[in-house]
């Protein structure tokens, strides 16, 4: 069974943190590199931070130096550690494969997403 799941998203004030989670089906996960990717209404989804399966990571300079990219392999668990948070990351975040997503049947798959709002 394919399955994403983020959790951890919510209501935040300008400086605060919050801690994302993916839980994702070991068909997905496996060792694949992965990805949070976040998207605004009326925009494109954009790719925020990367990690491979060995826990290499990669960020967009927008998030770099206050979001933290972790991945427990185990558990076939991704994390991402948001601290220092502006009100321009809030959107929708999601888990997926990296730099693209999962396809079941030629058909991108994405998961709910979880809502992460960031008031000034």
């Known amino acids: 069974q394919v399955q994403l799941v983020e959790s951890g998203g919510g209501l935040v004030q300008a400086g605060g943190s919050l801690r994302l989670a993916c839980a994702a089906s070991?068909?997905?996960?496996?060792?694949?590199?992965m990805g949070w990717y976040r998207q605004v209404p009326g925009k494109q989804r954009e790719l925020v931070a990367t990690i491979i399966g060995s826990g290499g990571t990669n960020y967009a300079y927008f998030v770099k130096g206050r979001f933290t990219i972790s991945r427990d392999n185990t558990r076939n668990t991704m994390y991402l550690q948001m601290n220092s948070l502006k009100p321009e990351d809030s959107a929708s975040y999601y888990c997926?494969?990296?730099?693209?997503?999962?396809?079941?049947?030629?058909?991108?798959?994405w998961g709910k997403g979880t809502l992460v709002t960031v008031s000034s």
């Open positions: 997926n494969t990296a730099p693209r997503p999962f396809r079941v049947n030629g058909v991108d798959y």
């Open positions: 070991g068909s997905i996960f496996s060792s694949n590199t």
